[in-house]
């Protein structure tokens, strides 16, 4: 069993409301691709695609850093970190794509 601090609570409280925040872009996002043109559909499935990608990479992180023994905390924060950083570069670039 791992042990918990309240920095590390809240670190992890605030970064599951994130994800969960960016669940809810994704899903604004792929309803309004959903609506667009057919020759733009093929596009934004694959933007989509990648971005469920980095989700899932995303919250893979999240639940080893939940895990994480205190040797290892700062070291997979890390990798949430630049997971989190590539999803939310990609779910920018997917929106002012769309948004065009």
Known sequence: MTEQNPQREEYQAKVKAQLEKINAQLDELKAKAAQAEA????????????????????????????????????????GFETAWSDLTGAFENASKKFEQ
């Open 39 to 78: 020759d733009v559909k093929t596009d934004y499935h694959g933007r989509m695609e990648e971005l469920y990608a980095k989700r899932d990479a995303a919250s893979a992180k999240l639940e080893e850093l939940q895990k994480a023994g205190s040797d290892a905390w700062e070291e997979v924060q890390k």
